[in-house]
């Protein structure tokens, strides 16, 4: 089975600075992971997606996520943030194996202050 | 990048009303997804089909059934309306099985 924790329900960052994200998983199977980004109103668009080739792993608009398997961590970091950047993300996982359902994250909302 | 359009992107109805949702791609892909989306709930799994007039069951299937006619629609219908409804509904398209799934904008759907 899988499962994933969003470790904060809310980040707040300041305008120029760097954004973390924070998500730990939890997988039987080799684990595929995604992050997600919802502007309000809007449906869900993926900002990048791990699928057990690099562990870094680079995104649009300039995120990025690390796979750390030691840490079961996925999270996800951006150096600069913008006011654009204020929105919901969610943290997703499922296998490699088969069909397994996405396991969604509860969210984070990043809110990005002038 | 797959393109995936819902129908609706507000829908006002009535309590007892038949609701149908659809959603459409419009890159073969097999997979298809409807989920509801509530504050504190997370995105929910209603059901899903693997093909052509296949489906099944989500977590949260009742009150709901759905109709894949063609590969590239997948419909959701309500149908006997109740306000417990309410709610963003997103539909999803995925090729692999273990790719990311596609989101449509969601259909914000109040029944009154």
């Known amino acids: ?114 | 990048d797959v393109k995936v359009t819902q129908s609706s992107r507000y829908l006002v109805k009535r309590t007892g009303e038949k609701v149908f949702l659809e959603c459409v791609q419009d890159m073969d892909h097999e997979n298809m997804f409807w989920y509801r989306q509530d504050p504190g709930l997370g995105l929910r799994l209603i059901y899903f089909s693997y093909d052509v007039k296949m489906k099944e069951k989500g977590d949260i299937p009742e009150g709901y059934s759905v109709s894949r006619e063609k590969k590239e629609r997948f419909s959701l219908i309500l149908e006997s309306a109740s306000t417990n409804q309410t709610s963003m509904y997103l539909c999803a398209v995925q090729g692999r099985w273990d790719q990311p799934q596609h989101f449509g904008d969601g259909t914000r759907l109040s029944i009154l």
Not at chain 1, 6 to 16: A, I, N, P
Not at chain 1, 25 to 54: D, E, I, M, R
Not at chain 1, 76 to 95: I, N
Request: proline share 4%; net charge positive; glycine share 6%.
């Open chain 1, 1 to 114: 089975a899988q499962s994933v924790t969003q470790l904060d329900s809310h980040v707040s960052v300041s305008e120029g600075t760097p954004v973390l994200l924070r998500c730990n998983y939890s997988s039987s199977y080799s684990p595929s992971l995604f992050w997600y980004v919802q502007h309000p109103n809007k449906g869900l668009q993926l900002l990048l997606k791990y699928t057990s080739a690099a562990t870094l792993v680079k995104g649009i608009n300039g995120f990025e996520a690390e796979f750390k398997k030691s840490e079961t961590s996925f999270h996800l970091t951006k150096p600069s943030a913008h006011m654009s950047d204020a929105a919901e993300y969610f943290c997703v996982v499922t296998a490699n194996t088969g069909f397994q359902k996405l396991v969604f994250g509860t969210g984070t909302r990043l809110l990005v202050s002038p």
